[in-house]
């Protein structure tokens, strides 16, 4: 396909065609580029390089990443993906670890009782469109079964004190 698309290309004969052509080999040696470069870098990775890794929410997100990453001890962890992602991704964690908007029955579930499957609990209660502060930021659950173990700047974060006896329906 690249060869036909550039056979194409090099037999257009005015000066405009010189200019896509010159275009469209830059564009294709910059893909080859970043296929194959170990420092892979996407368009989407630019403002948080810019940043320094520092991503949405700043310095009081970063402080929060790196305090998870040198506490976290296993289990799932309850965060809304609609304002973590960065930190989620920059947590380096696989994804099945997470309980987001996005994990269907778990985090329908989870709203309701989040010491069912969450271990941990992620706040931002300085962030309107936070989900998990949305649904259980005031949950009778909440003191009952998690220790606050983090706060700084309005994020909170929770870790399981009890794991129920029971199991919820």
Known sequence: MIVLLCSYLFNIKNI??????????SLIL?????????????????????????GPGGERSRQYVIWLKTHYDGGLIMISALKND??????????????????????KQSIKYPQRYAKWIVFDSEDKDDQVTRFIGKSPYLDEFYNRVYDNEGIRIYK???????TVQ
């Open 86 to 107: 960065p930190q989620m991704f920059q947590l380096g964690y696989n994804y099945k670890t997470y309980i987001h908007e996005g994990t269907g029955t778990y985090w």
């Open 160 to 166: 399981i004190k009890t794991q129920p006896e029971y």
């Open 16 to 25: 405009f065609g010189a200019i896509i052509k010159v275009v469209v080999f």
């Open 30 to 54: 910059i893909q080859f580029y970043n296929y194959f470069s170990p420092t892979y870098t996407s368009i989407f990775q630019v403002p948080i390089n810019i940043a320094h890794s520092l």
